[in-house]
């Protein structure tokens, strides 16, 4: 069983910036390729992006490219999501979500919120 932690979250103004971690206990992220998703209240689940196993390939949603980036540290088991010039759409529970072809595992999520 995968065990996903999301960490990082808080009140930020707009035009800040945060960095999210996903970090993992009884697996080796770097096995696995990594989603991010958002969810705002009264919103279904959204992915806003993700990264391939082996770090060649990452993706962006259009309402977060350019302004987020999803990266590894391998050393300290964890994906990051640097964001960068928030916006208050951009307040939501970010979660991450680890996904091979014997399932798929999620973490709790951590809190963003995006406000003057």
């Known amino acids: 069983q995968v065990q996903l932690v999301e960490s990082g979250g808080g009140l930020v103004q707009p035009g800040g910036s945060l960095k999210l971690s996903c970090t993992a206990s009884?697996?080796?992220?770097?096995?696995?390729?990594i989603a991010w998703f958002r969810q705002s209240p009264g919103q279904e689940r959204e992915g806003i992006g993700c990264?391939?196993?082996?770090?060649?390939?990452?993706y962006y949603e259009n309402s977060v490219k350019g302004r987020f980036t999803i990266s590894r540290d391998n050393a300290k088991n964890t994906v990051l999501l640097q964001m960068n010039s928030l916006k208050s759409d951009d307040t939501a529970v970010y979660y991450c979500?680890?996904?091979?072809?014997?399932?798929?595992?999620w973490g709790q999520g951590t809190q963003v919120t995006v406000s003057a």
């Open positions: 979500k680890a996904f091979n072809a014997r399932g798929y595992y």
């Open positions: 009884s697996a080796t992220l770097s096995d696995y390729p």
């Open positions: 990264i391939s196993s082996n770090d060649r390939f990452t």
